[in-house]
């Protein structure tokens, strides 16, 4: 029976990674929100890995983090492991990565979302979503309930249509044996979206008390451990170790002569996997050069003993994960305490976002997540605060918050989905943001906090860290300006360093942008120097070391911004331009891009194509001043 339940501003459909943020960031932003979870015990569950972070990813976090988001606050709470991966390579791809207390998380994040002021958090299912004259007026749910609303933000995650694949075994199920949302696909097909069908899949977990742990290898945090956050500082504290084995022979043995039983070899799905994070099936197949391939064995938290077997996603039958398990150095008494399953659902083609991720089509509707078909905890938090954040603008009457390619990972993201749409999971990567020396993870405060003061995220002690950081740095670099004799002590520690003396006075940046020469050698050199913190040295070491690459990317930005400044007709019609090749028209009609600088990104759009545009838009511009 219908029955009216109330009315918000915002509902926010789902509580994982990024109805989470969706919900706190609406509800700080001033507005009454609701946000819907099927199950109160999904709030931000982690269906997958223990772990938050890692490469890009770790970028992602520190975004949302300088953004006013929770992922990176929550994440430090509850983290039992922390590392800064690629330490050996440069500082665009250094990333952090945290291992997470999976259920410390779960409940350090519904308490967050259950004390926000102007946030309901509640059970309910959503069945269809409600227009008036084009715009999201409110939405119906199983029960009967009927939500008015000024605008949606659906972050539905993996749930809708599910179905859980091992072996030959299938069953209607969301991750963790979560029920599935089985009737919102059929009102998002209402309303024009496009849906298509996407699968991933886990590992097994196991027993940590069945695992010989004296054969496999330790892997140790940071010490001192670093953060997330920028209102937290490094400190050290007890970490959990994690431990490295390998798949070897036999393993693989087992797996491909079992091969044809595994869920996705064996036929039972048709549905599009991941290319970044392949089952083990995968791996054999695609990868049959490599004689073993590693698997880290992980903790799920502190009150449990279940350990994760990274590396190992399957869906091959239990009898085979058992086998393929025991073969395994360290392994060979495992208990199984979860089987690994595949887990195939319904997604949207994000062709139908805009870059703000709000659906084109109807007015007040914004997606976010693995709903627009991403993969990950970050990428869907990083979109849950973004579309948040510019759906509150939009309902204020303000701009929009627009993050460019060269502003932000969490800009590569949406850009990639709006222009480029997902055709697989799309998972974030460094390879993927073409100005990532702009876009460290170290730096993600100084590009985005103080953009992101007029949405009201940022607190006042957030703000004031950044200054002061700021003005750190700054003098940090001051100092380093200033000329310094050919002679002692210098000439001593260029001989000690293997460099060449100057002839002449030099100043300690030019110094600094010598490969062999650390702020570190100068600061134990020169007692002029102040003693910096850590976080100090490293943003002016690199910025001095890489100075003519950063200044080559602000060239390539300031360039590439003349193209996005070139706004296209929201009401061309592209299969009226001469010139134009068919796939192109078809693309940029299905896309609808603002501006030239998006149209050339978008995958089947040449550059001859971008030439006819140009002209397109001269001609126009000739036409208007007549």
Same mark, same amino acid.
């Given at each position: 029976?219908?029955?009216?339940?109330?009315?918000?501003?915002?509902?926010?459909?789902?509580?994982?990674?990024?109805?989470?943020?969706?919900?706190?960031?609406?509800?700080?932003?001033?507005?009454?929100?609701?946000?819907?979870?099927?199950?109160?015990?999904?709030?931000?569950?982690?269906?997958?890995?223990?772990?938050?972070?890692?490469?890009?990813?770790?970028?992602?976090?520190?975004e949302?983090?300088?953004?006013?988001?929770?992922?990176?606050?929550?994440?430090?709470?509850?983290?039992?492991?922390?590392?800064?991966?690629?330490?050996g390579?440069?500082?665009a791809?250094?990333?952090?990565?945290?291992?997470?207390?999976?259920?410390?998380?779960?409940?350090?994040?519904?308490?967050?979302?259950?004390?926000?002021?102007?946030?309901?958090?509640?059970?309910?299912?959503?069945?269809?979503?409600?227009?008036?004259?084009?715009?999201?007026?409110?939405?119906?749910?199983?029960?009967?309930?009927?939500?008015?609303?000024?605008?949606?933000?659906?972050?539905?995650?993996?749930?809708?249509?599910?179905?859980?694949?091992?072996?030959?075994?299938?069953?209607?199920?969301?991750?963790?044996?979560?029920?599935?949302?089985?009737?919102?696909?059929n009102?998002l097909?209402?309303?024009?979206?496009?849906?298509?069908?996407?699968?991933?899949?886990?590992?097994?977990?196991?027993?940590?008390?069945?695992?010989?742990?004296?054969k496999?290898?330790?892997?140790?945090?940071?010490?001192?451990?670093?953060?997330?956050?920028?209102?937290?500082?490094?400190?050290?504290?007890?970490?959990?170790?994690?431990?490295?084995?390998?798949?070897?022979?036999?393993?693989?043995?087992?797996?491909?002569?079992?091969?044809?039983?595994?869920?996705?070899?064996?036929?039972?799905?048709?549905?599009?996997?991941?290319?970044?994070?392949?089952?083990?099936?995968?791996?054999?197949?695609?990868?049959?050069?490599?004689?073993?391939?590693?698997?880290?064995?992980?903790?799920?938290?502190?009150?449990?003993?279940?350990?994760?077997?990274?590396?190992?996603?399957?869906?091959?039958?239990?009898?085979?994960?058992?086998?393929?398990?025991?073969?395994?150095?360290?392994?060979?008494?495992?208990?199984?305490?979860?089987?690994?399953?595949?887990?195939?659902y319904?997604c949207?083609?994000?062709?139908?976002?805009?870059?703000?991720?709000?659906?084109?089509?109807?007015?007040?509707?914004?997606?976010?997540?693995?709903?627009?078909?991403?993969?990950?905890?970050?990428?869907?938090?990083?979109?849950?605060?973004?579309?948040?954040?510019?759906?509150?603008?939009?309902?204020?009457?303000?701009?929009?918050?627009?993050?460019?390619?060269?502003?932000?990972y969490?800009?590569?993201?949406?850009?990639?989905?709006?222009?480029?749409?997902?055709?697989?999971p799309?998972?974030?990567?460094?390879?993927?943001?073409?100005?990532?020396?702009?876009?460290?993870?170290?730096?993600?405060?100084?590009? &985005?906090? $103080?953009? %992101?003061? *007029?949405? +009201?995220?940022?607190?006042? =002690?957030?703000?004031? /860290?950044?200054?002061?950081?700021?003005?750190?740095?700054?003098?940090?670099?001051?100092?380093?300006?200033?000329?310094?004799?050919?002679?002692?002590?210098?000439?001593?520690?260029?001989?000690? &360093?293997? $460099?060449? %003396?100057? *002839?002449? +006075?030099?100043?300690?940046? =030019?110094?600094?942008? /010598?490969?062999?020469?650390?702020?570190?050698?100068?600061?134990?050199?020169?007692?002029?120097?102040?003693?910096?913190?850590?976080?100090?040295?490293?943003?002016?070491?690199?910025?001095?070391?890489?100075?003519?690459?950063?200044k080559?990317?602000?060239?390539?930005?300031?360039?590439?911004?003349?193209?996005?400044?070139?706004?296209?007709?929201?009401?061309a019609?592209?299969?009226?331009?001469?010139?134009?090749?068919?796939?192109?028209?078809?693309?940029?009609?299905?896309?609808?891009?603002?501006?030239?600088?998006?149209?050339?990104?978008?995958?089947?759009?040449?550059?001859?194509?971008?030439?006819?545009?140009?002209?397109?838009?001269?001609?126009?511009?000739?036409?208007?001043?007549?």
């Amino acid at each position: 029976m219908d029955f009216f339940a109330g009315k918000y501003d915002v509902i926010v459909l789902g509580a994982g990674h990024a109805g989470c943020e969706a919900a706190l960031a609406c509800a700080r932003m001033g507005f009454d929100t609701l946000c819907l979870t099927m199950n109160l015990d999904s709030v931000a569950l982690m269906a997958c890995n223990p772990c938050i972070g890692g490469t890009s990813k770790g970028h992602l976090v520190r975004e949302i983090d300088a953004l006013g988001g929770e992922m990176g606050l929550a994440a430090d709470d509850c983290r039992l492991q922390m590392r800064m991966l690629n330490r050996g390579k440069g500082p665009a791809v250094h990333s952090p990565r945290a291992q997470v207390d999976k259920r410390a998380y779960h409940a350090r994040m519904k308490r967050a979302l259950e004390r926000q002021e102007r946030l309901r958090l509640a059970e309910g299912e959503c069945v269809e979503l409600l227009t008036r004259a084009g715009r999201i007026c409110g939405i119906t749910c199983a029960d009967g309930s009927r939500f008015e609303c000024r605008a949606v933000i659906a972050a539905c995650g993996v749930y809708l249509k599910s179905r859980v694949l091992i072996g030959g075994f299938a069953r209607e199920s969301g991750p963790c044996g979560m029920l599935a949302a089985n009737s919102f696909s059929n009102s998002l097909r209402e309303l024009g979206l496009s849906l298509r069908r996407f699968k991933t899949g886990t590992p097994p977990r196991i027993d940590g008390r069945s695992v010989d742990y004296s054969k496999l290898i330790p892997q140790y945090g940071d010490s001192p451990a670093g953060v997330f956050s920028f209102l937290h500082a490094p400190a050290d504290f007890d970490q959990t170790p994690c431990y490295l084995t390998y798949t070897n022979a036999r393993t693989h043995d087992i797996i491909l002569s079992n091969i044809n039983r595994s869920s996705m070899y064996g036929g039972l799905s048709s549905a599009t996997g991941t290319r970044y994070c392949p089952s083990i099936e995968d791996k054999l197949v695609r990868f049959a050069d490599k004689d073993r391939h590693q698997l880290f064995i992980e903790p799920e938290g502190l009150t449990t003993d279940e350990k994760y077997v990274q590396g190992m996603s399957t869906s091959l039958p239990p009898d085979v994960q058992l086998a393929m398990l025991r073969s395994i150095e360290g392994l060979e008494r495992c208990e199984i305490m979860r089987y690994g399953y595949a887990i195939e659902y319904d997604c949207i083609d994000p062709l139908a976002l805009s870059p703000l991720l709000a659906v084109k089509s109807v007015d007040g509707l914004y997606m976010a997540g693995q709903l627009n078909g991403t993969s990950g905890y970050e990428e869907a938090a990083a979109q849950g605060l973004y579309a948040a954040i510019n759906c509150c603008l939009a309902l204020r009457g303000e701009p929009p918050l627009k993050l460019e390619r060269s502003d932000a990972y969490i800009g590569v993201l949406a850009d990639d989905l709006s222009t480029k749409g997902a055709d697989e999971p799309y998972r974030m990567m460094t390879s993927r943001a073409e100005y990532r020396l702009l876009l460290r993870q170290d730096n993600a405060d100084l590009r &985005l906090t $103080e953009r %992101a003061l *007029r949405t +009201g995220l940022v607190s006042g =002690e957030r703000y004031e /860290r950044l200054m002061r950081r700021r003005e750190r740095i700054a003098a940090a670099r001051r100092e380093l300006d200033r000329i310094v004799p050919p002679r002692e002590p210098l000439t001593g520690m260029l001989a000690a &360093l293997g $460099e060449p %003396a100057p *002839r002449s +006075g030099v100043s300690l940046l =030019e110094l600094l942008k /010598r490969r062999g020469v650390s702020y570190a050698h100068l600061a134990d050199t020169f007692d002029f120097l102040g003693n910096w913190d850590e976080d100090t040295v490293f943003a002016v070491e690199t910025d001095v070391k890489y100075e003519g690459y950063i200044k080559k990317q602000e060239e390539q930005v300031r360039r590439f911004a003349q193209l996005e400044s070139m706004s296209l007709p929201a009401d061309a019609d592209y299969s009226g331009i001469g010139g134009l090749r068919l796939e192109a028209r078809q693309k940029l009609n299905a896309v609808r891009p603002q501006n030239v600088g998006q149209a050339s990104r978008i995958s089947g759009v040449s550059p001859a194509d971008i030439a006819v545009l140009l002209v397109y838009l001269e001609a126009q511009r000739r036409q208007h001043e007549r």
